[in-house]
T-cell receptor, first 113, second 115 residues
Framework: DAGVIQSPRHEVTEMGQEVTLRCKPISGHDYLFWYRQTMMRGLELLIYFNNNVPIDDSGMPEDRFSAKMPNASFSTLKIQPSEPRDSAVYFC???????????FGPGTRLTVL | AQKVTQAQTEISVVEKEDVTLDCVYETRDTTYYLFWYKQPPSGELVFLIRRNSFDEQNEISGRYSWNFQKSTSSFNFTITASQVVDSAVYFCALSRYSGNTPLVFGKGTRLSVIA
């Protein structure tokens, strides 16, 4: 079985540009999580979904960030406009409703110049 | 509120030494789950172990062992006879027993094993 798939793996953009990160969770998983990892703040939960419905987006830093999950096999995290402080590795993770371990994707390394 | 503290930011050991990574957690829940994840230099996060709060038996898996002590709110991870391939960042995490909540991660401990 394929694991969590994220694209792109690397993204370099200029300040002010829109950035869209994509995630395909493991088939059959009901929960999807978006995390951001930086040296200063470690792993931070941004938002998570259950059955495609956003449950908690309190970790989303500001209105420039938005996330959607239009169906069970796809989610996006959008930053518009991007800023240099958004530079980080963004991870997507998924798990089943009954399972507790989260399975992580390889991450997207975002650099905003 | 739940919190996980990994006081050791970085540890460096020589190959074949034993090393223990500390994890201390805070929760008001009486039942909960604890986890360890490994993040090797390639960047992905790999699940290592999950323990529930009512099972305080230590667990051993090859060179890895975990010591869970509810009395001190600790869930420490020991690598015996460390190898260079063990070099990674290790994260401890906590979740509510209901499971319908996200994991709360510590800041991680970077382990460097030198040949």
């Amino acid at each position: 079985d394929a694991g969590v798939i994220q694209s792109p793996r690397h993204e370099v953009t200029e300040m002010g540009q829109e950035v869209t990160l994509r995630c395909k969770p493991i088939s059959g998983h009901d929960y999807l999580f978006w995390y951001r990892q930086t040296m200063m703040r470690g792993l931070e939960l941004l938002i998570y979904f259950n059955n495609n419905v956003p449950i908690d987006d309190s970790g989303m830093p500001e209105d420039r960030f938005s996330a959607k999950m239009p169906n069970a096999s796809f989610s996006t995290l959008k930053i518009q406009p991007s800023e240099p402080r958004d530079s980080a590795v963004y991870f997507c993770a998924s798990r089943t409703a009954r399972g507790l371990e989260q399975f992580f994707g390889p991450g997207t390394r975002l650099t905003v110049l | 509120a739940q919190k996980v503290t990994q006081a050791q930011t970085e540890i460096s050991v020589v190959e074949k030494e034993d090393v223990t990574l500390d994890c201390v957690y805070e929760t008001r829940d009486t039942t909960y789950y604890l986890f360890w994840y490994k993040q090797p230099p390639s960047g992905e996060l790999v699940f290592l172990i999950r323990r529930n709060s009512f099972d305080e038996q230590n667990e051993i898996s090859g060179r890895y062992s975990w010591n869970f002590q509810k009395s001190t709110s600790s869930f420490n991870f020991t690598i015996t006879a460390s190898q260079v391939v063990d070099s990674a960042v290790y994260f401890c995490a906590l979740s509510r027993y209901s499971g319908n909540t996200p994991l709360v991660f510590g800041k991680g401990t970077r382990l460097s094993v030198i040949a």
